[in-house]
Protein backbone atom coordinates (compact mmCIF):
# COMPACT_ATOMS: atom_id res chain seq x y z
CA UNK A 1 0.00 0.00 0.00
CA UNK A 2 1.35 3.80 -1.10
CA UNK A 3 0.65 5.59 1.72
CA UNK A 4 1.52 9.10 -0.87
CA UNK A 5 -1.56 9.06 -2.85
CA UNK A 6 -5.10 10.00 -1.39
CA UNK A 7 -6.64 7.02 -2.57
CA UNK A 8 -5.08 4.53 -0.22
CA UNK A 9 -4.98 7.15 2.89
CA UNK A 10 -8.20 6.92 2.67
CA UNK A 11 -8.56 3.39 2.37
CA UNK A 12 -6.41 3.26 6.15
CA UNK A 13 -8.41 6.07 8.08
CA UNK A 14 -11.49 4.03 6.85
CA UNK A 15 -10.45 0.58 8.08
CA UNK A 16 -9.39 2.78 11.19
CA UNK A 17 -12.52 4.21 11.64
CA UNK A 18 -11.12 7.15 11.66
CA UNK A 19 -11.30 10.68 9.53
CA UNK A 20 -8.52 14.04 8.96
CA UNK A 21 -9.07 15.97 12.11
CA UNK A 22 -9.08 19.64 11.50
CA UNK A 23 -8.69 20.75 15.07
CA UNK A 24 -5.49 18.89 14.60
CA UNK A 25 -4.29 20.52 11.10
CA UNK A 26 -4.23 16.80 9.65
CA UNK A 27 -3.80 17.66 6.05
CA UNK A 28 -1.45 14.53 4.51
CA UNK A 29 1.09 15.31 1.68
CA UNK A 30 0.36 12.85 -1.15
CA UNK A 31 2.46 14.04 -4.38
CA UNK A 32 5.55 12.54 -3.74
CA UNK A 33 8.15 15.11 -5.48
CA UNK A 34 7.37 17.11 -2.92
CA UNK A 35 9.07 14.18 -0.42
CA UNK A 36 11.85 13.96 -2.24
CA UNK A 37 12.80 18.01 -2.11
CA UNK A 38 11.99 17.73 2.08
CA UNK A 39 14.50 15.06 2.32
CA UNK A 40 17.32 16.30 -0.10
CA UNK A 41 17.07 20.20 1.49
CA UNK A 42 17.74 18.11 4.76
CA UNK A 43 21.04 16.64 2.93
CA UNK A 44 20.04 13.67 5.10
CA UNK A 45 23.59 11.31 5.80
CA UNK A 46 23.28 7.61 7.41
CA UNK A 47 24.64 8.80 10.39
CA UNK A 48 21.95 11.34 10.79
CA UNK A 49 19.35 11.42 13.95
CA UNK A 50 16.18 13.01 12.52
CA UNK A 51 13.29 14.59 15.01
CA UNK A 52 9.85 14.84 13.13
CA UNK A 53 6.76 16.25 14.36
CA UNK A 54 3.56 15.40 13.76
CA UNK A 55 3.84 12.25 10.90
CA UNK A 56 0.60 11.65 11.08
CA UNK A 57 0.16 8.57 8.72
CA UNK A 58 4.02 8.60 8.10
CA UNK A 59 4.76 8.78 4.60
CA UNK A 60 7.40 11.52 5.24
CA UNK A 61 8.84 9.20 8.22
CA UNK A 62 9.27 6.15 5.61
CA UNK A 63 11.30 8.75 2.92
CA UNK A 64 13.08 9.52 6.02
CA UNK A 65 13.52 6.44 7.69
CA UNK A 66 15.57 5.08 4.10
CA UNK A 67 18.00 8.01 4.31
CA UNK A 68 19.07 8.65 8.48
CA UNK A 69 20.39 6.63 10.82
CA UNK A 70 17.52 6.80 13.37
CA UNK A 71 13.94 9.06 12.93
CA UNK A 72 12.39 10.01 16.15
CA UNK A 73 8.51 10.86 15.29
CA UNK A 74 6.05 12.19 17.79
CA UNK A 75 2.63 12.17 17.24
CA UNK A 76 -0.11 13.98 19.26
CA UNK A 77 -3.28 11.93 17.68
CA UNK A 78 -3.10 8.31 19.80
CA UNK A 79 -5.03 7.02 16.60
CA UNK A 80 -2.04 7.99 14.19
CA UNK A 81 0.71 6.58 16.58
CA UNK A 82 -1.24 3.42 16.38
CA UNK A 83 -1.08 2.85 13.13
CA UNK A 84 2.36 4.30 12.86
CA UNK A 85 3.20 1.52 15.08
CA UNK A 86 1.61 -1.41 13.29
CA UNK A 87 3.03 0.27 10.09
CA UNK A 88 6.08 2.73 9.29
CA UNK A 89 7.76 1.50 12.74
CA UNK A 90 7.14 -1.90 12.43
CA UNK A 91 8.94 -1.75 8.59
CA UNK A 92 11.60 -0.01 9.72
CA UNK A 93 13.42 -1.13 12.92
CA UNK A 94 15.05 2.27 12.71
CA UNK A 95 12.19 4.50 13.44
CA UNK A 96 10.58 5.16 17.36
CA UNK A 97 7.28 6.74 17.41
CA UNK A 98 6.38 9.24 20.66
CA UNK A 99 3.11 10.07 21.89
CA UNK A 100 3.27 13.39 22.84
CA UNK A 101 2.47 17.20 22.49
CA UNK A 102 5.57 18.36 21.30
CA UNK A 103 4.82 22.23 22.95
CA UNK A 104 4.55 20.80 25.86
CA UNK A 105 8.27 19.72 26.27
CA UNK A 106 10.00 21.96 28.78
CA UNK A 107 13.14 20.55 27.08
CA UNK A 108 12.46 18.42 23.93
CA UNK A 109 15.74 17.70 22.90
CA UNK A 110 16.23 15.60 26.10
CA UNK A 111 13.32 13.94 26.57
CA UNK A 112 12.89 12.74 22.93
CA UNK A 113 16.36 12.36 22.01
CA UNK A 114 18.24 11.27 25.36
CA UNK A 115 21.89 11.97 24.81
CA UNK A 116 21.97 12.45 20.95
CA UNK A 117 24.19 15.59 20.84
CA UNK A 118 23.04 16.67 16.64
CA UNK A 119 19.76 16.26 15.07
CA UNK A 120 17.73 17.61 12.18
CA UNK A 121 14.36 18.80 12.90
CA UNK A 122 12.16 17.89 9.63
CA UNK A 123 8.84 17.56 9.51
CA UNK A 124 5.29 18.57 7.56
CA UNK A 125 4.09 21.01 10.71
CA UNK A 126 0.53 21.12 11.18
CA UNK A 127 -0.34 25.62 10.12
CA UNK A 128 -1.45 26.15 13.61
CA UNK A 129 1.54 25.09 15.88
CA UNK A 130 4.22 26.21 13.08
CA UNK A 131 5.93 29.48 14.37
CA UNK A 132 5.84 28.27 17.89
CA UNK A 133 7.64 24.91 16.87
CA UNK A 134 10.04 27.29 14.96
CA UNK A 135 10.42 29.32 17.61
CA UNK A 136 10.34 26.53 20.81
CA UNK A 137 13.42 24.87 19.12
CA UNK A 138 15.73 28.06 18.21
CA UNK A 139 15.27 29.25 21.79
CA UNK A 140 16.10 25.85 22.92
CA UNK A 141 20.06 25.08 24.61
CA UNK A 142 20.16 22.56 22.19
CA UNK A 143 18.81 23.59 18.26
CA UNK A 144 19.03 21.10 15.77
CA UNK A 145 21.80 21.38 13.31
CA UNK A 146 19.61 21.92 10.71
CA UNK A 147 15.52 22.32 10.19
CA UNK A 148 13.31 21.65 6.88
CA UNK A 149 9.64 22.41 7.59
CA UNK A 150 6.64 22.68 5.74
CA UNK A 151 4.57 25.62 6.90
CA UNK A 152 1.77 27.99 5.14
CA UNK A 153 3.17 30.02 2.14
CA UNK A 154 2.66 32.86 3.67
CA UNK A 155 4.13 32.55 6.79
CA UNK A 156 7.20 30.92 4.78
CA UNK A 157 7.35 34.27 2.83
CA UNK A 158 7.13 36.55 6.17
CA UNK A 159 9.96 34.34 7.92
CA UNK A 160 12.22 34.21 4.63
CA UNK A 161 11.74 37.62 4.11
CA UNK A 162 14.62 39.76 3.12
CA UNK A 163 14.70 44.42 3.40
CA UNK A 164 12.28 46.01 1.96
CA UNK A 165 9.79 43.93 3.51
CA UNK A 166 11.21 42.68 6.94
CA UNK A 167 8.50 41.98 9.74
CA UNK A 168 8.84 41.05 13.65
CA UNK A 169 8.44 37.68 12.57
CA UNK A 170 11.20 37.89 9.77
CA UNK A 171 13.45 39.80 12.41
CA UNK A 172 12.85 37.22 15.70
CA UNK A 173 13.35 34.10 13.24
CA UNK A 174 16.65 35.22 11.65
CA UNK A 175 18.42 36.40 14.86
CA UNK A 176 19.07 32.55 15.51
CA UNK A 177 19.22 31.20 11.98
CA UNK A 178 19.44 31.53 8.47
CA UNK A 179 16.48 31.13 6.42
CA UNK A 180 15.62 30.43 3.09
CA UNK A 181 12.56 29.20 0.70
CA UNK A 182 13.69 25.68 -0.84
CA UNK A 183 10.05 25.52 -2.68
CA UNK A 184 6.56 26.47 -3.01
CA UNK A 185 3.76 23.29 -2.97
CA UNK A 186 0.48 23.79 -4.12
CA UNK A 187 -2.66 22.61 -2.06
CA UNK A 188 -3.49 20.04 -3.97
CA UNK A 189 -0.22 18.39 -2.73
CA UNK A 190 -2.65 17.38 0.12
CA UNK A 191 -5.65 15.23 0.99
CA UNK A 192 -7.58 16.65 2.38
CA UNK A 193 -6.92 19.97 0.78
CA UNK A 194 -6.12 22.74 2.86
CA UNK A 195 -7.08 26.53 1.87
CA UNK A 196 -3.47 27.70 1.21
CA UNK A 197 -0.61 27.18 -0.27
CA UNK A 198 2.50 25.81 1.98
CA UNK A 199 6.34 26.37 1.34
CA UNK A 200 9.36 23.92 2.46
CA UNK A 201 11.63 26.31 4.28
CA UNK A 202 15.16 25.76 5.71
CA UNK A 203 16.50 27.00 8.56
CA UNK A 204 19.81 26.87 9.29
CA UNK A 205 20.43 27.68 13.44
CA UNK A 206 23.60 29.97 14.48
CA UNK A 207 24.69 31.36 17.93
CA UNK A 208 22.30 34.84 18.11
CA UNK A 209 23.86 36.41 20.51
CA UNK A 210 27.37 35.54 19.94
CA UNK A 211 30.44 38.20 21.14
CA UNK A 212 27.39 40.12 22.86
CA UNK A 213 28.77 39.68 26.43
CA UNK A 214 25.59 38.76 28.51
CA UNK A 215 23.82 37.27 25.91
CA UNK A 216 20.70 36.94 28.23
CA UNK A 217 21.06 40.53 29.04
CA UNK A 218 21.27 41.81 25.15
CA UNK A 219 18.70 39.25 23.90
CA UNK A 220 16.60 41.45 26.20
CA UNK A 221 17.88 44.76 24.83
CA UNK A 222 17.50 42.92 21.08
CA UNK A 223 14.11 42.34 21.23
CA UNK A 224 12.84 45.47 23.02
CA UNK A 225 14.79 47.47 20.58
CA UNK A 226 13.15 45.42 17.53
CA UNK A 227 9.50 45.24 18.93
CA UNK A 228 9.67 49.34 19.18
CA UNK A 229 11.01 49.87 15.69
CA UNK A 230 8.25 47.98 14.51
CA UNK A 231 5.42 49.03 16.97
CA UNK A 232 3.55 50.73 13.95
CA UNK A 233 5.83 49.79 11.15
CA UNK A 234 4.36 52.30 8.56
CA UNK A 235 5.92 55.06 10.93
CA UNK A 236 9.61 56.27 10.74
CA UNK A 237 12.01 54.09 12.84
CA UNK A 238 13.49 57.21 14.64
CA UNK A 239 9.95 57.85 15.75
CA UNK A 240 9.03 54.49 16.98
CA UNK A 241 12.81 53.98 19.19
CA UNK A 242 12.13 57.09 20.60
CA UNK A 243 8.63 56.33 21.47
CA UNK A 244 9.16 52.84 22.72
CA UNK A 245 12.49 53.09 24.28
CA UNK A 246 11.80 56.39 26.08
CA UNK A 247 14.74 58.10 24.83
CA UNK A 248 15.09 61.63 23.16
CA UNK A 249 14.69 61.28 18.93
CA UNK A 250 17.80 63.47 18.89
CA UNK A 251 19.23 60.58 20.23
CA UNK A 252 18.06 58.27 18.15
CA UNK A 253 18.65 59.83 15.08
CA UNK A 254 22.23 60.24 16.54
CA UNK A 255 22.55 56.65 17.00
CA UNK A 256 21.21 55.75 13.89
CA UNK A 257 23.56 57.46 11.89
CA UNK A 258 26.38 56.25 13.30
CA UNK A 259 25.36 52.57 11.53
CA UNK A 260 24.52 55.02 8.47
CA UNK A 261 20.48 53.92 8.47
CA UNK A 262 18.59 57.50 7.33
CA UNK A 263 16.51 58.92 9.93
CA UNK A 264 13.20 58.72 7.75
CA UNK A 265 14.10 54.40 7.25
CA UNK A 266 11.29 52.31 8.40
CA UNK A 267 11.77 49.29 10.30
CA UNK A 268 11.50 46.64 7.33
CA UNK A 269 13.80 48.29 5.79
CA UNK A 270 16.62 47.06 8.44
CA UNK A 271 18.39 43.95 7.63
CA UNK A 272 19.07 41.61 10.26
CA UNK A 273 22.79 42.58 10.57
CA UNK A 274 21.51 46.11 11.11
CA UNK A 275 19.31 45.02 13.70
CA UNK A 276 21.79 43.16 15.65
CA UNK A 277 24.44 46.54 15.13
CA UNK A 278 21.54 48.63 16.37
CA UNK A 279 21.39 46.50 19.72
CA UNK A 280 24.79 46.40 20.39
CA UNK A 281 25.05 50.31 20.67
CA UNK A 282 21.90 50.34 23.12
CA UNK A 283 23.20 47.68 24.91
CA UNK A 284 25.99 49.81 25.76
CA UNK A 285 23.94 52.84 27.35
Not at 170 to 199: C, G, L, R
Not at 234 to 256: C, F, Y
Request: charged share 25%.
Amino acid sequence: MDIANAKDIKSVLSEAGLRPKKGLGQHFLVAKPFLELIAKAANLKKQDTVLEIGPGLGVLTEALAKRAKNVVAVEKDPAMVEILEKTVAKKHPNVKIIESDILSLARPRKEILGRAKEYKLVANLPYYIATHVIRKFLETEHQPKLMVLMVQKEVGQRICAKPPQMSLLAVAMQAYAKAEIVSFVPKNAFWPQPKVDSAIIRLTPRKAWKNTGDSSYFSTVFFNVVKAGFKQPRKQLAGNLAKGLGIGKEEIIKTLSQLDISSTARAETLSIEDWLKLAKLFAKK
